[in-house]
């Protein structure tokens, strides 16, 4: 019990490092977490209200892809942030309480809190100020925010590793994740799409992160190709070859 409030308070602490070295050397700050998705969505809705000619459903448009960028950010901007922990503590870990995966957890715990807070607040202004709809369902909403928050931990863990060994990985990843948005359904849904579109996009697992997102808060939401499960296997098989890694590569050091 005694090692295990040590290590809370080594996460702990992290935790306060990590939220300075993020957000406390900027001006913005924890402002900029908020203005990018508001920047994105409202682009988007500026876009497509334009374009359809309907200005009267500009609330709407807002909504939709608001439920599009928010989960789809947060994977995004989470495992980037989290593949970055070994390299940037580094020094730290020369300390006998500091591990590794402890920077990783408090990382994790970092991008949980700042992006549900942001998430309240953009879905909440839609609500109260545009006139959205609220979610139809809070309990899943909250349960596919969990499962991203693991899907990210998961890859960021597998990527911080692949890091230690090509220091290319963390760009080709970014490079990965530019078309990713145009092929994670952020601006549309995968319904609207022809079967033979739809049977490639299944394949993306975040495809179904976002999906799940807009099925847990429109209550007529079609679901029929999103599986949930297989966001679920991709998270544990991912997390059991970066634990099981993480845990040779320590047997090594020693």
């Known amino acids: 019990m005694s090692a295990l409030i040590v290590n809370i308070r080594v996460i702990l602490a992290l935790l306060l490092r990590e939220a300075r070295i993020r957000h406390g050397r900027s001006r913005i700050g924890y402002s900029w977490s908020i203005i990018e998705p508001v920047l994105l969505i409202s682009a988007l ?22 439920t599009g960028v928010l989960p789809y950010q947060y994977f995004r901007n989470s495992s980037q942030f989290i593949s970055a922990a070994f390299e940037q503590n580094r020094p730290l870990f020369n300390y006998p309480l500091v591990k590794p995966m402890d920077a990783i957890f408090a990382r994790v715990v970092l991008e949980f809190a700042t992006n549900v807070f942001v998430m309240a607040l953009v879905l909440s202004f839609q609500i109260y100020v545009l006139g959205a709809d609220p979610p139809s369902d809070y309990a899943q909403l909250l349960l596919i925010i969990l499962l991203i928050t693991c899907f990210s931990f998961a890859a960021g863990l597998n990527l911080a590793l692949g890091k230690r060994q090509f220091a290319s990985v963390g760009n080709i990843y970014m490079i990965l994740m530019g078309p990713s948005f145009f092929l994670s359904c952020v601006f549309y849904s995968l319904s609207s799409l022809p079967s033979n579109f739809r049977d490639i996009l299944v394949w993306n697992p975040l495809v179904h992160v976002v999906e799940g997102f807009r099925g847990a808060y429109f209550p007529d939401y079609q679901m029929q190709d999103v599986d949930l499960m297989y966001v679920v296997w991709w998270t544990v098989v991912l997390a059991f070859f970066g634990v099981l890694r993480e845990r040779v590569e320590k047997r090594k050091e020693i």
């Not at 809705?45 to 892809?65: E, H, N």
């Open 45 to 66: 809705t500026t876009i497509f209200s334009l374009v359809s000619g309907q200005s009267a459903s500009v609330p709407d448009f807002a909504i939709f892809f608001a």
